[in-house]
């Protein structure tokens, strides 16, 4: 079943005003979207997602699903499916009662219902433990079947609250993606909250980036790597994360250049033509910028910056190299085996195109590689 979810400038303040946990949140899920709600701890994830399910009030705004708005209804009535990170299973119900509880409105016949329970719990690998009760169970059974009385119902909207931060590496990865292809299958449109990013890029269309109760990005995952709105989502999409330093631009009509601050004058030349003049325009009205680029697009060669080697590792596939350059780190990573010696001097250089630019003072976007934001 696939519905369009829309939450339009929504706020959650706690207590007196103390805690103001989500600020002015928009966004809309379109029907059988698979959406992540990506940020660190305290960032506004669940009580996002408990204002959609009905556990939590709204301070401000409005959250319809299919047009409908749900906001001020009770949480049964939302036709929303929610698994929480943590469990809440009926502890007097055993894990494929607490399943099939899912089911009960749905009015199927037992051998229909048990044989939708049995799929399921085989999915996610608990079909050995179906006749046991939450109590004898591991925290790591009882999420998965948390996240199967979830997922086994038919409903508009699926709510997925870590669903598998109990996993080890291995299940996690098999589990992604088989959530992954039956919820593709089901059609469900789905809002998965994570702080891992592999989990969020692997399973999901669009990523929301929150921080602070503040809605950072919300694009696809190729967009918020290649284009990201600014520094926070720079640094905080991709692994390693993206170098950032804070700069000064020249511009004498042929030559760009931009100068590390306190670096004493270590600076990215490139000939003017290698930048749209659009770009170059923008650059000269901004006094502070922040120059980020990620790792993989730091090149070692013969020019460029010079940088002190603090570690060089070879992980068996890429060669990562850790420098410093006016205090600062420096991150390079290579698909060659590369040896430098802690100490040495080396020299990174940074293709035109590999640029992102941030304003200094408020973070925003500039541009990225040769386009204007
Ligand atoms: N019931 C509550 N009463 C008061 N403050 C709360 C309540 N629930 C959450 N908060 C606060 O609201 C903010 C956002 O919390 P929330 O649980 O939504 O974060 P989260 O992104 O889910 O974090 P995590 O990754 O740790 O689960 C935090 O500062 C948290 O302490
Ligand atoms: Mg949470």
Not at 40 to 64: D, H, Q, V
């Amino acid at each position: 079943m696939s519905s369009e979810l829309v939450l339009k400038d929504v706020d959650k303040i706690y207590g007196a005003g103390a805690i103001h946990a989500v600020k002015d949140l928009s966004f809309t899920v379109k029907p059988g979207e698979i959406t992540a709600l990506l940020g660190s701890s305290g960032c506004g994830k669940t009580s996002t997602l408990r204002m959609i399910a009905g556990f939590e009030t709204l301070t401000n705004g409005s959250i319809t699903l299919d047009g409908r708005p749900i906001h001020a209804l009770p949480p049964a009535q939302r036709n929303v499916a929610m698994a929480f990170e943590t469990y809440s299973l009926y502890p007097p119900l055993t894990i494929g009662e607490n399943i099939s509880f899912a089911l009960k409105a749905q009015k199927l016949g037992q051998a229909d219902v048990g044989k939708r329970v049995r799929d399921m719990a085989e999915m996610l690998e608990i079909g050995d433990v179906l006749h046991k009760y939450p109590s004898s169970v591991s925290g790591g059974q009882q999420q998965r079947a948390s996240l199967g009385r979830a997922l086994v119902r038919p409903a508009g909207l699926y709510l997925l609250d870590e669903p598998m931060g109990q996993l080890e590496p291995q299940l996690r990865a098999v589990l992604r993606g088989r959530i992954k292809h039956y919820l593709r299958e089901h059609k469900c449109t789905t809002i998965l909250v994570t702080h891992d990013q592999t989990e969020a890029n692997a399973l999901a269309d669009r990523i929301a980036v929150m921080e602070g109760g503040v809605l950072q990005q919300y694009a696809t995952p190729a967009e918020l790597k290649a284009r990201p709105a600014n520094l926070f989502v720079g640094t905080f999409i991709g692994e390693p994360p993206m170098n950032v330093f804070p700069v000064e631009v020249r511009d004498d009509g042929k030559t760009v250049n931009f100068t590390i601050t306190g670096s004493d004058g270590q600076s990215l030349a490139y000939a003017a033509a290698d930048l749209p003049q659009a770009v170059r325009t923008r650059l000269q009205s901004e006094t502070a910028l922040m120059l980020g680029v990620r790792p993989h697009a730091v090149h070692i060669g013969r020019s460029g910056l010079k940088a002190r080697v603090v570690t060089c590792q070879w992980l068996g596939d890429q060669t990562h190299i850790a420098t410093e350059i006016a205090g600062r780190t420096v991150v390079s990573v290579s698909h060659e085996q590369i040896t430098a010696k802690p100490g040495e001097t080396i020299a990174l250089g940074i293709a035109p195109h590999d640029l992102h630019v941030f304003a200094a003072g408020t973070g925003a976007a500039i541009a990225h590689g040769a386009e204007l934001v």
